[in-house]
Nanobody, 118 residues
Framework: VQLQASGGGLVQAGASLRLSCAAS????????MGWFRQAPGKEREFVAV????????YYADSVKGRFTISGDRAKNTVYLQMNNVKSEDTAVYYC????????????WGQGTLVTVSS
């Protein structure tokens, strides 16, 4: 499975941004897809996940109520709608796919940089 993330850029605090991640190659085997992020000098952290079997989603507390993950199974694409962004949302955002559960992420995209100016 290959993942290609896009949509990052420079935005002002309070604005909105939508990230996309297109998956190819064996996507029918995936259990779910998600987003992670890594801020400068920090470890990579979980942001959101969507599970294909029931379209359920789960979010990190830091983004709950502001970010929304959605997916188009037919297009093998997952989105992250980011609203009311904050400076602490500045990070490289990675999409990932899992074939079994949220605990193990098997495939990773290359990352897209989101910079929030205050």
């Amino acid at each position: 499975v290959q993942l290609q993330a896009s949509g990052g850029g420079l935005v002002q605090a309070g604005a909105s941004l939508r990230l996309s991640c297109a998956a190819s190659g064996g996507t029918s085997s995936t259990y779910g897809m998600g987003w992670f992020r890594q801020a400068p000098g920090k470890e990579r952290e979980f942001v959101a996940v969507i599970r294909w079997n029931d379209s359920s989603s789960y979010y990190a507390d830091s983004v709950k109520g502001r970010f929304t993950i959605s997916g188009d199974r037919a297009k093998n694409t997952v989105y992250l709608q980011m609203n009311n962004v904050k400076s602490e949302d500045t990070a490289v955002y990675y999409c990932a796919a899992t074939v079994d559960s949220d605990a193990v992420w098997n495939y990773w995209g290359q990352g897209t940089l989101v910079t929030v100016s205050s």
